[in-house]
């Protein structure tokens, strides 16, 4: 069975040598000192490593069941969501008036990277419950926010997000779930909504469902939904429950992974729903929570390739086969261990040189959001709006890939279930779909993002890359990553170019390039990320340090990255270049 | 639920557009004209879609079972197996003296790709009884062949290839296995194999193992390694069916996918099993069969593409979401299909350009397979001999791809069991793995095959390209073909001149870059199949024929795939010239 154990170190490393988080003024960094998140993240570490990851496969074997209205979690994920809520990891990020710690979300992002690698079925059960907290908060009233945040913030009360319908995904404005207003004030919900994470379990007093529907006599498509509270059990004046309301869970969907997370068709009955927000404006309510939910989902998908790496590099030391051709590498044994062999070599340097690239990225993004958060800093806005997309397709997309690797290094036993690195991949690729399928990322990239604020996030990108890049490239060292990112960045805006030059006469010369535009400016910002990496390396090391070999690794694996993972911008950019003729060139019925 | 419809003119326009089979003066390839392989490939389509395709989702969700010995295959196994077996499916490039058609290699491959497209799982019975039946032919006795090929041809008695163990997979000279010889010339056999697919069933009256094991006192490692035929039940001197022998499955393993495919554990305990071929040159043996078997396993991958791709474009087609951003396409309804979405063209582009490229590498490489077997043709033999690993490896890293692709343009719908979608990616992914994982594909191209008979095979393949590009150049309309191929060409001669160069003093500078290599070797081949496609699509359109739009789609097609595809050839190159320093910076604890 896989293991995992806690990143603490290249947590800390990104946190305090990267970013410098107790230096920055943001609101509450100041608090981020080394000690206090070593202390912080060595106890979530413990959390995962000891109590999650042990379940994932439990979860992922035993799956959830629905008998007569209830659903059943898997073994031993109700003691183990006792223990979560008792270490008070669901507020991280939360108020303290509503119970959380007030830390920033970057901290949060950094304890959800643990949380999601060692069971990311589970961890969605808060994670769901974050996001509909986070929308309260946003949106609610006072009276909302008394009601529902004390317990969401604390998960004795989970949280859902209602949006998909059977016909519809991505497009929302033919969303057929009706709000019908009453006197009172309340609405009554009717309509079928699919694929709920976490839509119904017993691990929670009351599940709070934040529901998009539509007001009759309201605007057509997009513009005339709005979003609802819709408790499990209506919550009583003086906060204790009352009736169950008319929302229940019609059926379970089988999954090809995250089979620990009951996934709900959750069916609206004249169920009571409370306005959150403005009415018809449910979309831009969802909308305000879009990049930290995208973030998380990023992360997911990085996170199931942090694990299933460590476990590909347990299993690579360990198997004996074959031997090395530059010579026996463990002569006393029958065979070398496949660490030995340059393809192996490659598969894993792949992967953690993603991975710690990735890692970097999401922080990074955090803690754009925490300036425009906690500082209203807008250019941070601005950025972390450009970047989101990125941070969710790219990650995703690559993190599946990486896991799919990691299973490659078990040869056959990466196939057989009892390993457990099938999970890894299964599990991720779930997060290439959800929270808007990367093909959708990549139009928002193209399509929204690159024009938005008149284009002048995007430039402030280009023009901070190449600032670095100035700034970096007489320092000692650095030159074998300055090089390849201002080759790379250069790529990037050729890109850039193109669209701007092709896209106004033809969307379609742009958007038939969108995902391969996300991708290479994935990569750039991966590579940025290792260049700022290999700078606090190399200060590091100036200090001759004990644990020289910790900053040694991290410019060897940003080496890799640099000449082995960057260059893949001049594919993109080929593709690009190419337009969307042999893209569009068939009819329908050519296919 | 997913459909499948047998793909006929197109592999048609393969056989006979492109690789003019019944011109060909191979044996036998003259019988293969248009209208009689255009009767077998309908005949089996018929199966394929009305019996084997419905049962597919039946396998994966029921999977086999194991009770006191006895494994259960899915419901409705065992009643089309009789079906495929009553058409005489099984035996089509056997001799006729065994019961076969003697058909041509190629036309069994074509076959082929149906069979698996709709079934894997349960093509999987018949598949291994084929590789070993061609082991028996090859390798036995004229008495083994009388006693065993019969029934195996018309499967009767079904097949297996028992290699790996627990502790060994690819290194088999690490193999415990042994094999006591007796006084009647026989062997007793005891030992553990995993691994094996179709090791037990109820499916037929006897399964012929074919095991490898070690002899005792015979040389160390794989030099001591012999095959042995082990019947699970003793076939008498009449014929008739003897005593149990002592092979037993002792567990199913759960896996990935191919559910409907039992997966055993074998155990060994005295079995019987008599010397196939020579003793201690077993592995020898096994080789003889391995260009046959990858190439099968490379179909796979493709055959799973093919299946996904198609319910892909269903999907794309059906599905209502969004609008077309240069125009309305679907003003009736509320939405435009998902096919008017430049991402997702470039999806189905990606899927349709690499399967039907694919589809043509595969025939090309099994009309070689019957030259060297059918004509005696050395230079065939030694092409297909270079060409077996990227068969193999890189077709089914990138039919995995694809099946991931066509999943992901089924949004949510695509990670949710019952539409089908995840099983194709499930499926997929074992043919990475079985078969020698496709790193030991690269490693067998980059370290042995290049360097075959003086690189004799590569130059020709080189000389192959050069002289076809030189041929078609002014041909009309082949430009947008002549030119990518010409440049991939060169990258892939500038890698292998890198190799040269470097491999020479350290190994692992042509190591590190074998999966690169193989990929681009890839992408060239099926860039060439696109050259020759164009070539014979032009030639037709020439004669304006009833179905011109055949033709153009397939010039569009492969125009997409020169444009998109072939250029990842420079990445590749980049990578591979990046050398071997990165790849092994890391001590093992550095990981």
């Known amino acids: 069975m896989p293991s995992y154990t806690a990143p603490v170190k290249d947590l800390q490393f990104v946190l305090h040598e990267v970013l410098k988080a107790s230096a920055s003024d943001i609101s509450g960094y100041s608090e981020l000192e ?12 413990k959390i995962c490593s000891d109590v999650l990851a042990p379940l994932n496969a439990v979860g992922d074997k035993e799956g959830c069941s629905l008998e007569n209205g209830v659903v059943r979690v898997p073994t031993g994920f109700k003691e183990a969501f006792d223990q979560v809520r008792e270490g008070g990891w669901t507020g991280l990020d939360m108020p303290e008036e509503y119970g959380g710690q007030n830390m920033p979300y970057v901290l949060g992002t950094a304890v959800g990277e643990m949380f999601s690698a ?12 974050h996001g509909a907290a986070s929308a309260i908060l946003a949106h609610g009233t006072d009276a909302q926010k008394e009601t529902f945040l004390p317990k969401m913030v604390s998960c004795e009360w989970t949280g859902t997000m209602n949006l998909t319908e059977p016909h519809c995904g991505t497009d929302l404005g033919l969303m057929r779930t009706k709000a019908e207003p009453q006197d009172d004030g309340s609405f009554k919900l009717s309509g079928q909504k699919i694929f709920i994470s976490s839509g119904e379990h017993e691990m929670a007093d009351n599940i709070i469902h934040l529901v998009l529907a539509k007001i009759p006599g309201g605007p057509d498509g997009i513009k005339g939904v709005s979003l609802f509270i819709v408790p499990k059990f209506i919550v009583n004046e003086d906060g204790s429950l009352g009736a169950r309301n008319g929302v229940s869970c019609g059926a379970l969907e089988e999954k090809m992974g995250i089979h620990g997370n009951s996934t709900c068709v959750m069916n609206y009955d004249e169920a009571t729903g409370y306005l959150l927000g403005t009415e018809h404006k449910g979309m831009r309510a969802m909308f305000t929570m879009m990049n930290e939910a995208r973030i998380g989902v990023g992360m997911q998908g990085v996170a199931q390739a942090e694990a299933a790496y460590q476990n590909a590099v347990v299993y690579a030391k360990d198997r004996l086969q ?3 051709v530059t010579g026996v590498k463990n002569p006393d044994g029958p065979a070398d261990p496949l660490i030995v062999h340059p393809d192996v070599r490659r598969m894993l340097m792949d992967q953690k040189s993603f991975v710690e690239g990735a890692r970097a990225f999401i922080l990074w993004g955090s803690s754009l959001i925490d300036a425009a958060h906690r500082a209203n800093d807008k250019d941070a806005d601005g950025l972390i709006s450009l970047m989101t997309p990125v941070i969710k397709g790219f990650l995703t997309d690559v993190g599946y890939a ?6 490659q290094v078990y040869g056959g036993h990466g196939y057989i279930e009892e390993w457990g690195m099938s999970q890894f991949t299964r599990d991720a690729r779930i997060a290439m779909i959800y929270e808007g399928a990367n093909g959708v990322q990549a139009l928002d990239l193209v399509g929204r993002k690159l024009a938005q604020d008149g284009g002048k996030h995007v430039m402030a990108f280009f023009e901070m890359i190449k600032s670095y ?5 007489d320092v000692e060292g650095m030159e074998p990553f300055i090089e390849p990112l201002k080759k790379a960045s250069k790529d990037l805006q050729a890109a850039g170019m193109f669209f701007m ?4 006469k033809n969307p379609n010369a742009a958007l038939a ?3 391969d535009f996300m991708h290479m400016m994935g990569h750039v910002c991966l590579g940025l990320m290792w260049a700022r990496m290999a700078r606090a390396s190399l200060d590091a090391l100036a200090s001759s340090p004990a644990d020289a070999a910790f900053y040694e690794t991290k410019l060897a694996t940003g080496r890799y990255y640099m000449a082995r993972r960057l260059p893949a911008t001049a594919l993109h950019l080929a593709r690009i ?4 003729d042999t893209v569009m060139a068939l009819s329908e019925d050519q296919f």
Chains 1, 2 share one sequence.
Do not use: H, I
Request: hydrophobic share 35%; with cysteine.
């Open 501 to 504: 030059q092709n896209g106004m």
């Open 322 to 324: 074959g031997r090395d």
């Open 469 to 473: 890049c100035a700034e970096q490239k």
């Open 577 to 580: 270049e190419s337009g969307a």
């Open 118 to 129: 060692s069971n990311q079925a589970f961890t969605m059960y808060q994670g769901l419950t």
């Open 34 to 45: 080394p000690d206090f998140t070593a202390a912080v993240l060595e106890e979530a570490g």
């Open 402 to 407: 990486m896991t799919v690797e990691a299973q």
């Open 513 to 515: 390039g969108s995902t």
